[in-house]
């Protein structure tokens, strides 16, 4: 199980990203980046909720939220990027544990959105190991004089 930091609002987990049987079939790369949001849809009964929630980890094919609402699989929920304006729909992939009243919650866009969060994405074949890469490099430094016997 792992260790939880508290950061104030939420407890979160020290493995930022929870392992899913897709992990290894990733199609862009996910940022961990907080970003408000308003999620909209409809429960079971046909009744509208909306919502305030922040993201936890966004890729350009979705994120992952924190939701108080409950939501099922299969959910088709709206998402509107609080700062710009812009909406999108997505659908619930992952619905996870359940933290201080919260719901992890797995949302895939319907159609790719890069633009939505409003940050530039690494291309595709992009890794660390990339010759574009920046490699970590240590500065050499020299040792600091003697101090004079007094």
């Known amino acids: 199980m792992p260790v939880e930091m508290t950061t104030g609002r939420m407890p979160l987990s020290t493995i930022p990203i929870r392992l899913h049987k897709y992990t290894s079939q990733r199609r862009s790369q996910r940022v961990m980046l907080s970003v408000k949001i308003l999620v909209g849809g409809n ?10 929630a922040l993201t936890s980890v966004v890729s350009a094919h979705g994120a992952l939220i924190f939701l108080v609402e409950k939501v099922t699989l299969g959910q088709l929920l709206t ?4 700062k710009s304006g812009e909406e999108t729909r997505g659908e619930v ?11 992890e919650v797995g949302v895939e866009f319907l159609e790719r959105c890069p633009r ?11 890794s660390p190991r990339s010759p574009e890469a920046k490699r970590l490099t240590i500065a050499p430094t020299s040792l600091p004089k003697p101090l004079p016997p007094k």
């Open 93 to 103: 992939v992952d619905v996870g544990l359940e933290s201080a009243g919260k719901f």
């Open 43 to 52: 429960r079971l009964d046909r009744q509208r909720f909306s919502e305030e």
């Open 116 to 126: 939505f969060w409003r940050i530039t994405f690494p291309p595709e074949d992009w």
């Open 79 to 82: 998402i509107r990027n609080v």
